[in-house]
């Protein structure tokens, strides 16, 4: 099977493609992940039948700041594919639970993190964070300041709003090695 069989029949979906020896990727617009997704899986040349975990990160210097990858596994012919695409902050996402039903526990997690809006998923609710918590974050522009936490105080057997203050001294990284003196 090769990479380049998804290039010839979905031309128009793919914007790149990169093979190297231990990782393909293939990058789309978020607008096609859907119908990219659906031929992956439904294939005979392809058969990308399970959907190992969808994953996140933030770039907040870009115009797309959020990079989606979509991690999936072909079981018959032993190969791992990773379906990427950008977003900005206003922009949704097609959820694809209907083509593969675990994702929508992973799109819950990317929605509660990031903020990633997941258009036809019936599930986003909060599954890391506290119902009441503002914000999402793992977003690089977080502020570490300024939110309240729920503790649970054993004393007063009482769910407790506490302001939440992390100092700046733990963010700034030093990249001084201690062990050449």
Request: aromatic share 20%.
């Amino acid at each position: 099977m090769s990479i380049f069989n998804f290039y010839w029949i979905i031309p128009k979906y793919i914007t790149y493609f990169l093979i190297s020896k231990y990782e393909t990727y293939l990058l789309t617009s978020p607008y096609y992940i859907y119908y990219i997704l659906y031929f992956l899986k439904r294939n005979t040349n392809s058969q990308f039948r399970i959907l190992t975990d969808i994953s996140c990160s933030d770039f907040p210097e870009r115009v797309n700041r959020f990079e989606i990858n979509y991690h999936l596994l072909s079981i018959k012919y032993n190969t791992r594919l990773n379906v990427k695409t950008y977003l900005d902050e206003i922009t949704n996402i097609e959820s694809i639970h209907s083509i593969y039903s675990n994702s929508v526990w992973s799109e819950r997690e990317v929605w509660d993190l990031f903020g990633v809006y997941f258009k036809n998923n019936n599930d986003l609710r909060r599954i890391l964070t506290d119902y009441a918590f503002e914000g999402h974050p793992l977003r690089k522009d977080f502020p570490l300041t300024g939110y309240y936490e729920l503790v649970y105080d054993n004393n007063e057997k009482l769910i407790l709003s506490q302001f939440l203050e992390t100092t700046q001294e733990f963010r700034l990284y030093q990249y001084s090695n201690s062990w050449n003196r």
